[in-house]
Structures are given as structure tokens and as C-alpha cells.
């Protein structure tokens, strides 16, 4: 995880870095659903689901951050604002 911090560091110019700080209201936006509305959304399913195994497996997959390493990949490869994903990710 350290490691793609660090490359995705390297690679981003400080005018991106100075755009994703400024960007508060994306980044609050992000958290309050990562950390918000999808847990709660996974606690919900669990509720209704068929199964035990499926409820704690919902119940897990939503209580843990989405945008954590694989979020600021996925945001460079699509060609996204990666400097954005850097920033949720670690302030999440």
C-alpha cells in the first residue's frame, strides 16, 4: 500500500495537488459515502439477505473503504483526476 502511495506520489504535478486540496467539497462528498451511505446501504442488505454468509460478507465489503490503493489506480488508468483519489484515500 505504501508503495502506491509513493509511485502515485512521484508521478503528479503540484497544480493537481493544489486542485484536489481545493476540491474540499468533492472530497467530503466521497467520504460521507464511503464511510457513510455505504455502510449503511451494506448493514440494510444484510438485514434482507438469504443467507448468513452472504449478510457478514455484505456487512464486511461495505464497511471497508473502497478507495484504498486500488481506487487512485483505477482512477489513473481511467484517465481520471488521480491526485483526487491520492487525497480521499488519505484522509480516509
Known sequence: ???IFILSGIDLEWRHLKEAVSDW???V???VFVFGVAPILAWLLSHV?????LAI???LIGCVS???ASGIVMAAAAGGRA???LLI???G
Do not use: N
Open 89 to 91: 484515500t488519505i484522509a
Open 1 to 3: 500500500l505504501a508503495s
Open 29 to 31: 462528498l466521497s467520504l
Open 57 to 59: 460478507g455484505l456487512f
Open 83 to 85: 491526485a483526487h483519489a
Open 49 to 53: 439477505s438469504p443467507s448468513r454468509d
Open 25 to 27: 467539497r468533492g472530497a
Open 66 to 68: 473502497t478507495t484504498q
